[in-house]
């Protein structure tokens, strides 16, 4: 009964490879997240979907696409990655913004 | 553009004893929600507590409460009877009310502050 799941938990892969991480959330919210954490240890948002569309955009390279299937999912699709991609990422959910429901993270590795 | 900013980079305390964690933030909006989130080594981010700007009350939870002082801008943590389970990386977090009842669910994080409880 897991609200927010991720997949893989942990990504290795040589540069310039293209990846995904797809993320779920069986909680009904309208809302999903994608939010990077650098090797600081520091959050931010990348991307946010309301009901499939395109809300948040914060000034991510467009070599990241995220894809919004439906409303309970949203995967993050990253080509020609960079050593700097490395990090750690979140996929999160929340309903009307008011409580954000995050996932277990995924750690990418790019060597 | 909103600020968070947490000027302990990390903080320790003896198990069963109170500690304070602080966090003050930068808007000129008047309607927002603070928040603490917890990250333990798991990497799991978690809700401790959250406080709407409107509301004077200090939020509770178990253990955890808050100091809110809107004018101030400040928005404090603080853990009673600290237990081991406490360790972690805690995060303060701003939150802009956007119209009506919706929000665009945008978290700005502070840089983070790592608590160690001593056994």
């Known amino acids: 009964d897991t609200a927010v799941s991720q997949t893989p938990k942990y990504l290795v892969t040589q540069m310039g490879n293209d990846k995904s991480i797809k993320c779920e959330q069986n909680l009904g919210h309208d809302t999903m997240y994608w939010y990077k954490q650098d090797s600081k240890k520091f959050l931010k948002i990348m991307f946010s979907?309301?009901?499939?569309?395109?809300?948040i955009n914060e000034t991510v390279p467009n070599r990241f696409s995220p894809k919004s299937p439906d409303k309970a999912h949203l995967n993050l699709h990253i080509n020609s990655l960079e050593l700097g991609d490395s990090a750690v990422y979140f996929c999160a959910s929340s309903q009307e913004g008011f409580r954000v429901f995050f996932g277990p993270g995924t750690r990418l590795t790019v060597l | 553009a909103q600020t968070v900013t947490q000027s302990q980079p990390e903080m320790s305390v003896q198990e069963a004893e109170t500690v304070t964690l602080s966090c003050t933030y930068d808007?000129?909006?008047?309607?927002?929600?603070l928040f603490w989130y917890k990250q333990p080594p798991s990497r799991q981010m978690i809700l401790v507590i959250r406080?709407?700007?409107?509301?004077?009350q200090n939020a509770t939870e178990n253990r955890f409460s808050v100091n809110f002082q809107k004018a101030a801008k400040s928005f404090s943590l603080k853990i009673s009877d600290s237990q081991l389970g406490d360790t972690a990386m805690y995060f303060c977090?701003?939150?802009?009310?956007?119209?009506?009842?919706?929000?665009?669910?945008?978290?700005?994080f502070g840089q983070g502050t790592t608590l160690q409880v001593k056994p």
């Open positions: 406080q709407e700007a409107y509301k004077q």
């Open positions: 979907y309301n009901n499939k569309e395109l809300i």
């Open positions: 808007t000129s909006e008047n309607n927002y929600y």
């Open positions: 977090a701003f939150m802009k009310q956007g119209p009506g009842s919706s929000n665009t669910g945008k978290l700005i």
